[in-house]
């Protein structure tokens, strides 16, 4: 694992860009193309402006979601409608986008995503994010399901779960998918998330704080963290 401190978030997010875009720059020259798996919320928003105004051949890369709540992409709570707004934008807008929502019943939409997904693994690059419980994707402690999508050896790619206390179902990349990306990274900021991350390094038992399967599984994880 590597851990690389910053002063701010700003500056983590130029270095956090200038990385992943090197990174599938250097997969599109490889392989002819590219998959970027990334995450919602208000944390990686500076890093999805500074990507989008990076030129590389966007053309060749597919971005995907490492979970989604399952609402429609105009919903204010959309993670799709986040990345469409936030990052592909500018030079990002040539890239192609691939939903983990669908409009059919829950089930429906993770069979037909997980088959998408499953035509461009492995994933090139996913940016993980953390929440102050612990959960990564969407994988929250004490959640049903946790344990199957957690499953090292596990043989799906997306699951349906429930986010407690949430009020919509979600789907998320289970643990084989991230564990088996060519490059993750971790992105976390403040002093309180900094002592999850440091508490789950010692837990013994993850699913306390599903990181620390990520942390016990992706031994070349690059985390980033900002005060």
Same mark, same amino acid.
């Given at each position: ?15 956090? @860009?200038?990385? =992943? @875009? ?40 597919? =971005?995907?979601?490492?979970? /989604? ?16 707004? /936030? ?54 402690? #004490?959640?049903? #399901?946790?344990?199957? @999508? @957690? ?21 998320? =990349? ?17 002093? /309180? ?29 690059? =985390?980033?963290?900002?005060?």
């Amino acid at each position: 694992m590597q851990f690389t401190a910053f002063n701010d978030g700003k500056e983590l997010a130029r270095w956090l @860009a200038k990385d =992943v @875009a090197g990174e599938l720059s250097s997969a599109v020259s490889e392989r002819g193309s590219a998959l970027l798996a990334v995450s919602g919320g208000n944390t990686p928003l500076q890093f999805f402006r500074e990507l989008s105004a990076i030129d590389i051949d966007w053309s060749k890369i597919c =971005v995907t979601l490492a979970d /989604e709540r399952f609402v429609p992409p105009d919903s204010g709570r959309s993670n799709q409608r986040l990345v469409t707004l /936030e990052l592909l934008q500018h030079k990002a807008a040539r890239a192609h986008f691939l939903p983990l929502y669908a409009d059919a019943e829950i089930g429906t939409s993770v069979a037909e995503a997980e088959k998408a997904l499953a035509e461009h693994l492995p994933v090139d690059v996913i940016v993980l994010g953390m929440g102050t419980d612990g959960h990564t994707a969407s994988l929250f402690p #004490g959640s049903e #399901g946790l344990r199957e @999508a @957690a499953d090292p050896k596990g043989e799906r790619l997306l699951m349906a779960v429930d986010a407690p206390g949430a009020a919509e179902p979600r789907i998320t =990349v289970t643990l084989p998918v991230i564990a088996g990306a060519r490059t993750q990274y971790l992105h976390i900021e403040g002093a /309180e998330k900094r002592e999850v991350f440091e508490t789950a390094q010692e837990a013994g038992d993850p699913g306390q704080a599903p990181i620390g399967f990520v942390l016990e599984h992706c031994p070349d994880l690059k =985390v980033v963290w900002a005060k």
